[in-house]
């Protein structure tokens, strides 16, 4: 096998540090800084050394991200940390008892978080080192499934982070709503069953043992759990999220903090009202107490942490598309 040149090693390094950093504006920060043409033309670069030199190839290049793998299987995956589920409340009486709850157990008031609830599959993503080593399904809280080779092809989520840090992550993987109506379209054409939602639609293309199919689903992510902290110091949710961004991960910038029912209330008429216009699907809004210590003071119950409630907004009235309105 040939040896690539020193120049050559660098102009791989380069090419990947460059193409790596536009995925990162494009797909975590919706903020793309060139147009597609520019990345096509570096990736084209890249894939032709990579293949006149294939130990060039480094796992976090963005040529890995396209699949290729067809597994056997999936393995079965312990969370050292279970993946709790929420109480659902649904309507401002249950949000001001939940608040009373709150108050009563810590003796004061307490800052809230409010968060969108994303209607995805909650994901759990282990690092070591920086590196992306394990991906996987909530599962029953306790045990999940290995997808760490199909979670690799999700463009949002990282290969290798900003800081060479182990820690692990968790949030909710998704496909955006555009996405949905597009791959239903097509699935429609070829004579296939359709999805029924977005949530659905993401759960299938991780559950595929074809990593390629996965990585043709334009799957996003947010995450907004912070499980196992590593050298992270943060003391409450709402900085929390800001650690999970300067890390490299995408997280919902919606989030709000709250200081009374009242602001908490406010947001949730305000998303009741935006949601039909969000490009991803949300079943409503999730209310943590701010406060990582208070939230350990609040402790769980068997499922569920008593610092958190999961405001679930009433059923989307089905959008009618233009070909289900009827014209008379
Ligand atoms: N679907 C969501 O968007 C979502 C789900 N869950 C949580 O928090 C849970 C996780 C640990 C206890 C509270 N936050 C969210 N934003």
């Given at each position: ?13 380069e ?12 797909y ?44 056997p ?8 940390i ?86 692990e ?23 296939l ?5 977005p ?25 907004y ?41 406010a ?30 003071t609040?402790?769980?119950t ?24 009827e014209?008379?």
């Open positions: 096998m040939a040896v690539p040149s020193t120049e050559v090693q660098q102009r791989a390094e090419l990947r540090t460059t193409l790596n950093q536009y995925a990162y504006e494009y975590v920060k919706d903020q793309p800084s060139v147009e597609d043409y520019v990345y096509d033309r570096l990736y084209k670069e890249l894939v032709q050394l990579e293949t006149d030199y294939p130990q060039l190839v480094t796992e976090d290049s963005p040529t890995q991200r396209v699949g290729g793998i067809v597994l299987g999936f393995e079965k995956v312990i969370h050292d279970p993946l709790y589920s929420l109480n659902d409340v649904f309507d401002k009486e249950e949000i001001i008892a939940f608040d009373a709850r709150v108050q009563k157990a810590l003796g004061r008031a307490v800052d809230y978080v409010c968060e969108l609830k994303i209607d995805g599959l909650s994901i759990s993503l282990k690092y070591e080192n920086g590196r992306f080593v394990r991906g996987a399904t909530r599962g029953d809280g306790t045990v999940g499934e290995n997808i760490t080779e199909n979670l690799k092809t999700v463009k949002s989520i990282p290969l290798k982070l900003k800081e060479p840090v182990s820690l992550v968790r949030g909710e993987c998704y496909m955006p709503k555009a996405s949905f109506i597009r791959l239903n379209q097509v699935r429609e054409e070829e004579g069953e359709v999805f029924a939602n949530r659905n639609a993401a759960a299938g293309s991780l559950r595929q043992l074809d990593t390629r199919i996965a990585a043709s689903r334009n799957l996003s992510t947010f995450l759990t912070l499980a196992d902290f590593g050298p992270i110091e943060a003391h409450d949710q709402f900085s929390a999220l800001d650690e999970l961004d300067s890390l490299g991960f995408r997280t919902n910038h919606e989030r709000r903090l709250c200081r009374t029912i009242d602001e908490v209330w947001y949730i008429e305000e998303f009741h009202e935006k949601r039909s216009e969000l490009p991803y699907e949300i079943d409503g809004v999730v209310i943590k107490v701010n406060d990582f210590s208070d939230q350990d609040l402790g769980f068997v499922k569920a942490p008593r610092w958190a409630a999961a405001y679930k907004f009433p059923p989307e009235e089905a959008e009618t598309t233009i070909e289900e309105i014209w008379t």
